[in-house]
């Protein structure tokens, strides 16, 4: 009975752990309807997927064998405008996870003031096991399986966790030989050469940093004096570090699958990235020394940006806080629990929705090239995206004032409530 009761007990505990992220999501647009007032039908139906599909994917691997992954699109809602949403592959995927993402990304492009609605894909698979032949014919076959549910004017993928340009590339070519004409628009992220957007590469990190900068006026942060970490050294977080530290702040401490690192001297970003390229880690950067996770998300800095994947910052990891400003890089980093903690310590949340909308920004502004065919420089794109941002930013803040709530809860009322608006506008169909 001991055994029976210890194994609850831990089934218990992993659960706390990793809470189910759309539970989350729900949660955070239910607090967003109450200072809404929102009409129940109109809650009950953003509360829902709109589409959800499962697709199961056989791939011939490398060895002769067939194996079968399991992908996932979720079309969340679309009362703004097409779907729109990144395509993750990680072995951790799950459907409510995709649900979730995809929740916050119909309310990331309203915050972002985008004419988009809200999607998100992922399959089951560890791409750091998989050969380029493998991860090709695996992206092709999911391709194949959601050309009928995307398009220029319904659902525009891009990259997100373990994918990339190629990645888009060979979903972009599946799309146009099943559908039989070059349609650019299909997809976003893509290579230069197939038509992708100048700066879309360091566009979620470059974002994140204006948002950053914004809040440190509001909250009156010298940035040529600040510190800051990151945690998940990735493409998203080693962007933002770089950019972040022409404005003057030093890197304290950076983690990524395999470690965390932390440096009181400060850490160059760029020669980072290069310590991590050559390595395959951020561990081992020399002059640093290894500490936990938990250690890096506690560690006392001005800014925090969580950059890894969802339910990093748990209420045991929030009471120990100290940056004054977290810029979320990563989506739903932070629980609703671990919000309340944060914001009760007197913490600055940037939240995902607005912190890392970078990212769909210039991905909207990609379309929008591919759909005109007509391309602006590097210099024309982020000068839009951070007019968009920073609007985007002041949305929020003004909101959170308003209400008297924390800049979560305040970047939901305005993407939320853009949201609700277009759906009451439009009516229920029949």
Same mark, same amino acid.
């Given at each position: 009975m001991a055994q029976k009761y210890e194994v609850r007990q831990l089934q218990q505990t992993q659960q706390q752990v990793k809470p189910n992220p759309f539970e989350n999501a729900l949660e955070q647009l239910r607090i967003a309807a109450e200072h809404l007032k929102l009409d129940e039908g109109i809650h009950q139906i953003l509360a829902h997927p709109k589409r959800q599909l499962t697709v199961s994917l056989p791939v011939k691997m490398? +060895?002769?064998?067939?194996? @079968?992954f399991t992908g996932y699109r979720v079309q969340y809602n679309d009362a703004r405008g097409p779907f729109k949403g990144g395509i993750r592959y990680h072995p951790g995927v799950t459907l409510d996870e995709v649900k979730a993402l995809a929740a916050w990304m119909t309310w990331k492009t309203s915050v972002a003031n985008i004419p988009y609605g809200g999607a998100k894909g &992922?399959?089951?698979?560890? *791409? =750091?096991?998989?050969?380029?032949?493998?991860?090709?014919?695996?992206?092709?076959?999911?391709?194949?399986?959601?050309? *009928?549910?995307?398009? *220029?004017?319904?659902?525009?993928?891009?990259?997100? !966790?373990?994918?990339?340009? $190629?990645?888009?590339?060979?979903?972009? +070519?599946?799309?146009?030989?099943? !559908?039989? /004409?070059?349609?650019?628009?299909v997809i976003t992220g893509k290579p230069i050469s197939l038509g992708g957007s100048l700066g879309r590469d360091k566009a979620t990190g470059r974002g994140a940093v204006y948002t950053t900068v914004e809040a440190a006026k509001v909250n009156k942060v010298d940035l040529k004096k600040a510190t800051f970490a990151v945690q998940g050294f990735g493409n998203a977080g080693a962007n933002f570090a770089e950019i972040l530290q022409t404005y003057g702040p030093k890197l304290r401490g950076a983690s990524d699958s395999k470690g965390a690192i932390m440096s009181k001297a400060g850490m160059d970003a760029a020669k980072l990235v290069a310590h991590k390229e050559k390595t395959g880690s951020v561990v081992g950067f020399p002059g640093s020394q290894e500490i936990s996770d938990k250690e890096?998300? $506690?560690?006392?800095?001005?800014?925090?940006? *969580?950059?890894?994947?969802?339910?990093?910052?748990?209420? +045991?990891?929030?009471? &120990?806080?100290?940056?004054?400003?977290?810029?979320?890089?990563?989506?739903? %980093?932070?629980t609703p629990e671990a919000d309340k903690i944060l914001h009760a310590n007197g913490v600055f949340m940037i %939240?995902?929705? /607005?912190?890392?909308?970078? &990212? !769909?920004?210039?991905?909207?502004?990609?379309? @929008? $090239?591919?759909?005109?065919?007509?391309?602006?420089?590097?210099?024309? @794109?982020?000068?839009?995206?951070?007019?968009?941002?920073?609007?985007?930013?002041?949305? @929020? #803040?003004?909101?959170?004032? =308003? #209400?008297? !709530? +924390?800049?979560?809860? &305040?970047?939901?009322i305005v993407g939320v409530g853009r949201v609700a608006e277009a759906v009451r506008t439009l009516g229920v169909f029949p």
């Amino acid at each position: 009975m001991a055994q029976k009761y210890e194994v609850r007990q831990l089934q218990q505990t992993q659960q706390q752990v990793k809470p189910n992220p759309f539970e989350n999501a729900l949660e955070q647009l239910r607090i967003a309807a109450e200072h809404l007032k929102l009409d129940e039908g109109i809650h009950q139906i953003l509360a829902h997927p709109k589409r959800q599909l499962t697709v199961s994917l056989p791939v011939k691997m490398d +060895d002769g064998s067939t194996k @079968v992954f399991t992908g996932y699109r979720v079309q969340y809602n679309d009362a703004r405008g097409p779907f729109k949403g990144g395509i993750r592959y990680h072995p951790g995927v799950t459907l409510d996870e995709v649900k979730a993402l995809a929740a916050w990304m119909t309310w990331k492009t309203s915050v972002a003031n985008i004419p988009y609605g809200g999607a998100k894909g &992922g399959i089951i698979c560890d *791409p =750091k096991h998989m050969s380029a032949g493998e991860n090709e014919r695996m992206t092709r076959r999911f391709a194949a399986s959601i050309t *009928p549910i995307i398009g *220029p004017y319904k659902d525009i993928p891009a990259p997100d !966790v373990y994918t990339n340009s $190629q990645t888009m590339a060979w979903i972009l +070519d599946t799309y146009n030989t099943i !559908v039989g /004409l070059m349609s650019p628009a299909v997809i976003t992220g893509k290579p230069i050469s197939l038509g992708g957007s100048l700066g879309r590469d360091k566009a979620t990190g470059r974002g994140a940093v204006y948002t950053t900068v914004e809040a440190a006026k509001v909250n009156k942060v010298d940035l040529k004096k600040a510190t800051f970490a990151v945690q998940g050294f990735g493409n998203a977080g080693a962007n933002f570090a770089e950019i972040l530290q022409t404005y003057g702040p030093k890197l304290r401490g950076a983690s990524d699958s395999k470690g965390a690192i932390m440096s009181k001297a400060g850490m160059d970003a760029a020669k980072l990235v290069a310590h991590k390229e050559k390595t395959g880690s951020v561990v081992g950067f020399p002059g640093s020394q290894e500490i936990s996770d938990k250690e890096l998300l $506690q560690m006392d800095v001005d800014i925090l940006s *969580p950059a890894a994947l969802e339910n990093s910052i748990l209420p +045991d990891i929030a009471r &120990g806080v100290k940056a004054k400003i977290i810029t979320e890089c990563a989506n739903g %980093p932070t629980t609703p629990e671990a919000d309340k903690i944060l914001h009760a310590n007197g913490v600055f949340m940037i %939240p995902d929705i /607005l912190a890392n909308s970078g &990212g !769909v920004i210039v991905s909207y502004l990609e379309w @929008v $090239q591919n759909l005109e065919r007509n391309y602006w420089t590097e210099d024309e @794109v982020n000068s839009m995206l951070e007019k968009k941002i920073t609007s985007a930013f002041r949305d @929020v #803040h003004a909101a959170s004032l =308003k #209400h008297n !709530v +924390d800049m979560r809860t &305040g970047a939901m009322i305005v993407g939320v409530g853009r949201v609700a608006e277009a759906v009451r506008t439009l009516g229920v169909f029949p």
